[in-house]
């Protein structure tokens, strides 16, 4: 959901153009900029092949289609309905949570009020965590969605997705509220960059000490949107608060170590890094998983919980190929040194 338009009638919210219902009779109206003019496009109960969506895609600049506000909640349903029809497959089902996260992840990210949002964004959650927990493929695809750019709206649903499976690992559990506050807190774990200027968290350059200064405030940002809603976990609050404490004590806010991490944080950091990583950003390429976990083996001992990361690496079973100090930080990989051995 993007920036809202007004219509001669209606207060109109931009969706993605991917997240619209194909091949089924819509439930909500949709419309589209034609010559910057905003024209009624379908109605409900009208259908809108995959091929024309195709189309749509490729014929928009900025992939947007419209629906009007009052009908925002229609749109979401219908993006949960197609996530649990099992005649779907897997790919279809990944792309129609990965939207509806999209549409929750904008909301947390804008809305003055993010106390209803969070409630929502739970729903999400739960959803993420028995998608991934059913589909082995799930995961795979879900976040192949994701693996040609970078930006906070998509890293905070793969880390999300990243902290549930690691979680349900390390922990060896199917209990499905920790998964739930671990996806939660991952989702949420950069929230504090609503206070933080775009063009800083996107600045391709070293940040100057005053800006890594500012940047290293969005975890207590972030906290201060979080403490006071009741429908947020404690955990989840707490990795919001730390997911940048080191092990060994060197990282920030406080420089918390060892046991004094919440471990949920102490999953998370992990996540956060890998899929910065991972991703393409503007100052770096996407490193495969593989070059991904020897970048991170560089960072031990003193980055991440050793046992967790152990058991995160055991898939990959890599050597360390560059040194990188503890202080490297997925919030702004640019100005970290990396050292190949």
Same mark, same amino acid.
Request: aromatic fraction near 8%.
């Given at each position: 959901?993007?920036?809202?338009?007004?219509?001669?009638?209606?207060?109109?919210?931009?969706?993605?153009?991917?997240?619209?219902? %194909?091949?089924?009779?819509? @439930?909500?109206?949709?419309?589209?900029?034609? #010559? #910057?003019?905003?024209?009624?496009?379908? &109605?409900?109960?009208?259908?809108?092949?995959?091929?024309?969506?195709? %189309?749509?895609?490729?014929?928009?600049?900025?992939?947007?289609?419209?629906?009007?506000?009052?009908?925002? =909640?229609?749109?979401?349903?219908?993006? +949960?309905?197609?996530? $649990?029809?099992?005649?779907?497959?897997?790919?279809?089902?990944?792309?129609?949570? $990965?939207?509806?996260?999209?549409?929750?992840?904008?909301?947390?990210?804008?809305?003055?009020?993010?106390?209803?949002?969070?409630?929502?964004?739970?729903?999400?959650?739960?959803?993420?965590?028995?998608?991934?927990?059913?589909?082995?493929?799930?995961?795979?695809?879900?976040?192949?969605? =994701?693996?040609?750019?970078? *930006?906070?709206?998509?890293?905070?649903?793969?880390?999300?997705?990243?902290?549930?499976?690691?979680? $349900?690992?390390? *922990?060896?559990?199917?209990?499905?509220?920790?998964?739930?506050?671990?996806?939660?807190?991952?989702?949420?774990?950069?929230?504090?960059?609503?206070?933080?200027?775009?063009?800083?968290?996107?600045?391709?350059?070293?940040?100057?000490?005053?800006?890594?200064?500012?940047?290293?405030?969005?975890?207590?940002?972030?906290?201060?949107?979080?403490?006071?809603?009741?429908?947020?976990?404690?955990?989840?609050?707490?990795?919001?608060?730390?997911?940048?404490?080191?092990?060994?004590?060197?990282?920030?806010?406080?420089?918390?170590?060892?046991?004094?991490?919440?471990?949920?944080?102490?999953?998370?950091?992990?996540?956060?890094?890998?899929?910065?990583?991972?991703?393409? +950003?503007?100052?770096?390429?996407?490193? =495969?998983?593989?070059?991904?976990?020897?970048?991170?083996? #560089?960072?031990?001992?003193?980055?991440?919980?050793?046992?967790?990361?152990?058991?995160?690496?055991?898939?990959?079973?890599?050597? @360390?190929?560059?040194?990188?100090?503890?202080?490297?930080? @997925?919030?702004?990989?640019?100005? =970290?040194?990396?050292?190949? &051995?």
């Amino acid at each position: 959901m993007l920036a809202p338009k007004k219509n001669d009638k209606a207060i109109l919210i931009g969706i993605r153009t991917n997240s619209v219902l %194909q091949d089924r009779p819509l @439930p909500y109206d949709l419309f589209l900029q034609v #010559g #910057g003019q905003v024209v009624h496009f379908r &109605k409900p109960g009208d259908v809108v092949t995959g091929d024309r969506v195709k %189309q749509l895609c490729t014929q928009s600049s900025e992939g947007l289609l419209f629906i009007p506000a009052e009908q925002k =909640s229609l749109h979401l349903q219908s993006l +949960r309905d197609q996530l $649990k029809d099992p005649d779907l497959k897997t790919e279809d089902r990944s792309r129609m949570l $990965k939207e509806s996260a999209f549409v929750h992840v904008h909301d947390l990210f804008t809305s003055k009020d993010i106390q209803p949002v969070v409630t929502e964004a739970r729903s999400l959650v739960e959803d993420m965590v028995s998608f991934v927990s059913t589909d082995v493929a799930a995961v795979a695809s879900l976040l192949n969605l =994701s693996r040609h750019d970078y *930006y906070t709206y998509n890293h905070s649903v793969d880390v999300a997705v990243y902290s549930i499976v690691l979680a $349900k690992r390390v *922990y060896g559990t199917d209990d499905k509220k920790l998964l739930i506050t671990a996806g939660l807190g991952g989702l949420l774990h950069d929230i504090g960059k609503r206070d933080i200027d775009l063009g800083l968290i996107n600045k391709a350059s070293s940040l100057t000490s005053s800006e890594w200064e500012m940047m290293r405030k969005h975890p207590e940002f972030g906290h201060a949107y979080v403490k006071q809603v009741d429908t947020i976990p404690n955990d989840s609050k707490m990795v919001v608060l730390q997911h940048h404490e080191n092990f060994d004590g060197t990282g920030y806010p406080f420089g918390l170590s060892g046991e004094g991490i919440s471990r949920l944080a102490r999953v998370v950091t992990i996540a956060d890094v890998f899929d910065a990583l991972t991703t393409k +950003r503007s100052y770096h390429h996407a490193s =495969s998983p593989l070059e991904a976990i020897s970048i991170m083996k #560089g960072m031990q001992p003193g980055k991440f919980d050793p046992s967790i990361f152990n058991s995160f690496d055991r898939k990959f079973q890599t050597s @360390p190929k560059v040194e990188i100090p503890t202080s490297f930080d @997925p919030c702004c990989a640019a100005n =970290s040194r990396v050292k190949k &051995k």
